[in-house]
């Protein structure tokens, strides 16, 4: 498996949603994906209705790629298992609003993969965390 960080730029409301989150992070990355061996890429995303498993192709001018330890089967099941559960659109204003707006079933992209992979608190994970989370797990 492979983690995937993208550091591209979509073109128009996508393309300045990227950037108010690496701003926000203060980090070359907006979004993860999780890539499985048959190519298959897991993640949630607003725009593609929530967790998803899809054919992705992956420029490598706009995704960082790293290899990642894990049961790729476990993995793969947790997304078949929150196939369709919302992204959490709420949780985007959790700087301003109470944790507490943040819904239960509902995903970000990297919490979803550190769900997948069995990383606890995968609340506290995001697109600059992910990552560093999984480079420090598999030393």
Not at 13 to 26: A, D, E, K, Q, S
Not at 83 to 89: Q, R, S
Request: with cysteine; hydrophobic share 35%; aromatic share 14%.
């Amino acid at each position: 498996m492979k983690l995937a960080s993208f550091k591209g730029t979509h073109p128009g409301l996508r393309g300045l949603f990227n950037r108010f989150v690496r701003f926000w992070l203060r980090s070359p990355y907006s979004h993860t994906e999780l890539v499985f061996s048959d190519g298959y890429c897991g993640s949630s995303t607003w725009t593609g209705g929530g967790v998803a498993l899809r054919l992705l192709e992956l420029d490598p001018a706009e995704w960082d790629l790293i290899h990642i330890p894990g049961d790729e089967g476990d993995a793969r099941q947790w997304f078949r298992d929150h196939l369709g559960e919302p992204y959490d659109v709420f949780g985007l204003f959790g700087f301003v609003f109470p944790r507490s707006l943040q819904q239960r079933r509902h995903w970000f992209c990297d919490e979803a993969i550190a769900e997948a992979l069995g990383i606890p608190d995968s609340f506290r994970q995001d697109p600059a965390t992910l990552p560093i989370t999984i480079s420090q797990r598999s030393h």
